[in-house]
């Protein structure tokens, strides 16, 4: 097919170079580091295990696990809930459907680190507008971000705000993916609404899901920014997720192998996640057929 | 034409140094990477224009940070461990942190200990030695809104520091002030989660902040006296809410008390300018910083200090701009242009009429009496964001005991790494 027996390979070349370069290499990097301590005049140690070991031994540690763990819990489905919902309402042309995609949208047109800057200004319990709106509707001014019973709720509606555009544009794909001649006949044996829904469209819907799954909490797992900006791991550690501490121990403690451990240790949990979210939705002997 | 072989060589040279022209002239002029504090506009660049004015051949890439990141920011490129940038603000606690990891270099002989107050070198000081140049040193003043206090009937804090208010007075007036619902409150700190703000409250009780060598926190920051203090600030936001709560931009803070929104404040020298400037309508008055009326009175300070990049490519450069920015009149124009409290003697001298005013001489009582500066310790930068956050969460109601060991616990496991 090729003139050259190399061509294939030069094509995948770029694609390849790039993941080596910006994901493998530093992986590498990161797993190896994790086994260092850095010392004062900036030398690299030897320490073996006794960056995992302090971790291990670390109960804010353990919150971290426990609430990124719980954060995961309820936003990957629930963002992917949204998604799903959102592409059925814009798949059918309507009178507002153009206003219903822009809308949907809009979100990603806007980086992580200004979303969260304008939502901290907006959920601000005393000069934001959210909580005026609130007042003038004759309800109570609700603390968002500064509680720590509310913190992480309020943290999973302004990611899955700005996340159900984005992961929708892919189900849209997919629900568009499904032909017709399968509705008509759907139409035609008297299966309407729910049950449509469930015994045809979800089933036709797994792979591009399995995707959205993966990819959405591979991404939720990273989750920093809003972090970062709005409520620093806080109050009270309620939204200490686990990129956020890794951050922490290289920029404020200045301990480079903690947060390679903390990294490494991210890598494992997502893996492993990731793999059984695919066994789940894609059993293996699907896969051979 | 034919190109003889002179003629080729002549014109060789003259367009050799032609391309060579700007790389001369450039080698001539030097340019410094400064980092600074993100002071406003007016602040920052007159005085920097002076040094440019001074050194021709010197010119400065400034950059300036806001409060928030500047820290943090510095360590990223500190850590990459090449000579940029050549010159940084230190935050005076600091001046171990950078000094033991090898990120300063030493000053003992450009600067004259004698030109300075004992304190300014002290904190510039790391085992022996001078590592970063004084810049002015700080001192906290309570301000107050004289309208609202005439409106709402109570009588304000006298600017004697004989009789200073207790936290306990100041609670009391606020409350009669404050009207959360609207959005109007009685005080406000004005750095709400900064030890350098808030350590006075528990070592007003008589607690000491970090053990005398610096590197143990528990029993220390964790004891009754600030368990007590920090409860108490605590309240002010959970319980009597005369505090606006999660306000921690320090940009904020003083805009909510001149733009009338807040009846007190206790925030630095510096923000008196800032107010005139930008409020000229407000009525308002300076006290002495409170304390609490079973202990003693306790008043943060501390000092902007800067310092050379122990591997600046610009040694000579940089040694200039510490010679000229610690001039008697680079620091006067400092001090005119931003109100700190002034480490050089000269100052103090040559300035003499401005500080007849209730303000300055509030600063200076208090400077020579009440003053205690954050600990000293190489793991200052771990100490200061460990406690930050615990200010945060126990501003935010939780419960004080608990936050502050957890915290304790997490310092000294940080701190330890600079044992040796």
């Not at chain 1, 800057?117 to 709106?133: F, H, Q, Y």
């Not at chain 2, 590592?131 to 906290?140: E, I, K, L, N, V």
């Amino acid at each position: 097919m090729f003139r050259h027996p190399w061509a294939p390979y030069a094509f995948i070349a770029p694609a390849f170079i790039g993941l080596f370069v910006f994901r493998f290499i530093p992986i590498g990097l990161s797993g190896f580091g994790s086994f260092f301590s850095e010392n004062l005049r900036g030398d690299m140690v030897f320490v073996g295990l006794k960056n995992y070991a302090e971790l291990m031994d670390d109960p804010s540690f353990w919150n971290t696990m426990r609430v990124t763990l719980i954060f995961n819990l309820i936003i990957n489905p629930f963002q992917i809930c949204c998604a799903l919902a959102l592409a059925m309402l814009v798949r059918r042309p309507s009178k507002f459907i153009d206003v219903f995609r822009l809308g949907f949208i809009m979100p990603m047109t806007v980086s992580i680190a200004l979303t969260s800057i304008i939502w901290s200004i907006l959920l601000d319990p005393t000069l934001g507008p959210v909580n005026g709106l609130l007042r003038w509707g004759g309800f109570q001014s609700q603390p968002f971000f500064r509680s720590e019973h509310q913190a992480l709720e309020t943290l999973i509606l302004v990611a899955t705000w700005k996340g159900a555009g984005y992961w929708m544009i892919f189900l849209l794909s997919g629900l568009l993916a499904i032909p017709k001649e399968i509705d008509d006949s759907a139409l035609i044996d008297g299966a309407t609404g729910i049950r449509k829904f469930i015994s045809i469209t979800l089933p036709l819907m797994k792979r591009p899901l399995a995707f959205v799954l993966v990819a959405d909490t591979a991404a939720n797992f990273l989750l920093f920014a809003p972090v970062y900006i709005i409520t620093n791991g806080g109050p009270n550690g309620a939204t200490q997720l686990l990129m956020f501490e890794a951050y922490q121990a290289a920029f404020a403690y200045i301990n480079h192998g903690r947060s390679m451990a903390i990294s490494t240790i991210i890598l494992v949990v997502v893996l492993l996640i990731a793999m059984f979210e695919l066994r789940l939705f894609i059993p293996a002997e699907e896969e051979q057929s | 034409m034919t190109i003889s072989r002179r003629n080729l060589i002549k014109s060789s040279a003259l367009g050799s140094l032609a391309l060579a022209m700007p790389n001369i002239v450039r080698a001539q002029q030097t340019t410094l990477k400064v980092v600074w504090m993100g002071w406003p506009d007016n602040q920052v660049l007159p005085l920097m224009a002076e040094f440019e004015k001074r050194n021709p051949t010197i010119k400065l890439a400034l950059e300036r940070m806001p409060f928030q990141q500047i820290f943090q920011a510095l360590e990223i490129r500190l850590n990459a461990r090449n000579g940029d940038p050549d010159i940084f603000i230190v935050d005076s606690p600091l001046t171990a942190s950078y000094a033991s990891r090898g990120h300063l270099m030493e000053l003992d002989s450009i600067i004259d200990k004698k030109r300075f107050a004992p304190s300014g070198i002290a904190a510039a000081s790391f085992d022996g030695k001078i590592y970063s140049a004084p810049f002015g040193s700080s001192m906290q003043v309570l301000y107050y809104n004289k309208d609202m206090f005439k409106a709402a009937g109570v009588t304000p804090p006298s600017a004697d520091p004989a009789s200073r208010w207790t936290w306990e007075q100041l609670v009391e007036a606020g409350k009669k002030m404050a009207k959360p619902a609207e959005n109007i409150w009685g005080f406000t700190f004005e750095q709400q989660e900064r030890p350098y703000q808030l350590l006075p409250m528990g070592q007003s009780l008589g607690g000491t902040a970090l053990s005398p060598d610096g590197f143990k926190a528990s029993s220390y920051i964790d004891g009754p006296a600030f368990v007590e203090g920090f409860t108490f600030m605590q309240k002010m936001y959970t319980e009597s809410k005369i505090s606006p709560p999660g306000q921690f931009d320090t940009a904020l803070t003083p805009e909510l008390f001149g733009a009338g929104k807040c009846a007190m404040m206790v925030a630095g020298t510096f923000v008196f300018d800032t107010l005139k400037t930008k409020f000229p309508n407000l009525d308002f008055g300076v006290a002495p910083h409170p304390y609490f009326a079973k202990g003693k009175p306790v008043t943060p300070t501390g000092a902007w200090h800067f310092g050379v990049n122990a591997r600046t490519q610009q040694k000579a450069a940089a040694s200039q701009f510490v010679t000229d920015m610690l001039s008697d009149d680079m620091n006067v124009l400092w001090y005119k242009l931003r109100p700190y409290v002034p480490t050089l003697n000269a100052v103090w001298e040559k300035e003499a009429s401005s500080f007849t005013s209730d303000l300055w001489k509030i600063a200076k009582y208090d400077v020579q009496n009440t003053a205690v500066p954050r600990p000293a310790t190489p793991g200052f930068r771990e100490y200061e964001d460990i406690v930050r956050v615990a200010l945060r969460d126990i501003q935010s109601g939780a419960n004080a005991q608990q936050i502050l060991t957890a915290a304790a616990q997490k310092i000294d496991r940080e701190i330890a790494k600079y044992k040796g």
